[in-house]
T-cell receptor
Framework: DGGITQSPKYLFRKEGQNVTLSCEQNLNHDAMYWYRQDPGQGLRLIYYSQIVNDFQKGDIAEGYSVSREKKESFPLTVTSAQKNPTAFYLC?????????????FGDGTRLSIL | DAKTTQPTSMDCAEGRAANLPCNHSTISGNEYVYWYRQIHSQGPQYIIHGLKNNETNEMASLIITEDRKSSTLILPHATLRDTAVYYCIEKNAGGTSYGKLTFGQGTILTVHP
């Protein structure tokens, strides 16, 4: 079935460690997004990419990095510079080129600090 | 920040219609209304969206008032699996928008047996 796959479902990070969250989609979508959700809060945009080899910072990009080497993949690295990384991370994708395509989400990765 | 207003929580009996209201009084002409829902510990699920006409799909119906300042999401026959947080979102479809979705607090819908 077509969809967005995020892995792992749960991830633990030690102090000073970088960790990478995987996001893969087989929907042939051009645009991909990373959001962060804190308990009881709405989603906040970290990074987005509208095309391969191009990406832009969202509202809370500090302490994060991304790459977009393939259309179907948009991994997110949480670096040691991110001082409060504990959160629920959500990846989304959408078609481009036509107005108003909805974003579709994966099931998220929950990151905690050891 | 979210520009929509929704009730904090609502209840519905299984098998009955669930009507979830949303106020978006400052919506501009090129902004669509999107509805998503999120079940605990899962990613948000897209439900439906519309501009000014009423919309229906296999999941729900969306009724938008003529002045576009409010809308109602209708789940025609609610089931226990419809228990979730429902988000009403304004999204700019054109211009330089990169499509960011701004989720507010949403409405916690609880469907009772």
């Amino acid at each position: 079935d077509g969809g967005i796959t995020q892995s792992p479902k749960y991830l633990f990070r030690k102090e000073g460690q970088n960790v990478t969250l995987s996001c893969e989609q087989n929907l042939n979508h051009d645009a991909m997004y990373w959001y962060r959700q804190d308990p009881g809060q709405g989603l906040r945009l970290i990074y987005y990419s509208q095309i391969v080899n191009d990406f832009q910072k969202g509202d809370i990009a500090e302490g994060y990095s991304v790459s977009r080497e393939k259309k179907e993949s948009f991994p997110l690295t949480v670096t040691s510079a991110q001082k409060n990384p504990t959160a629920f991370y959500l990846c989304a994708s959408a078609k481009q080129g036509t107005r108003n395509q909805p974003q579709h989400f994966g099931d998220g990765t929950r990151l905690s600090i050891l | 920040d979210a520009k929509t207003t929704q009730p904090t929580s609502m209840d519905c009996a299984e098998g009955r219609a669930a009507n979830l209201p949303c106020n978006h009084s400052t919506i501009s002409g090129n902004e669509y209304v999107y509805w998503y829902r999120q079940i605990h510990s899962q990613g948000p699920q897209y439900i439906i969206h519309g501009l000014k006409n009423n919309e229906t799909n296999e999941m729900a119906s969306l009724i938008i008032t003529e002045d576009r300042k409010s809308s109602t999401l209708i789940l025609p026959h609610a089931t226990l699996r419809d228990t979730a947080v429902y988000y009403c979102i304004e999204k700019n479809a054109g211009g330089t928008s990169y499509g960011k979705l701004t989720f507010g607090q949403g409405t916690i819908l609880t469907v009772h047996p």
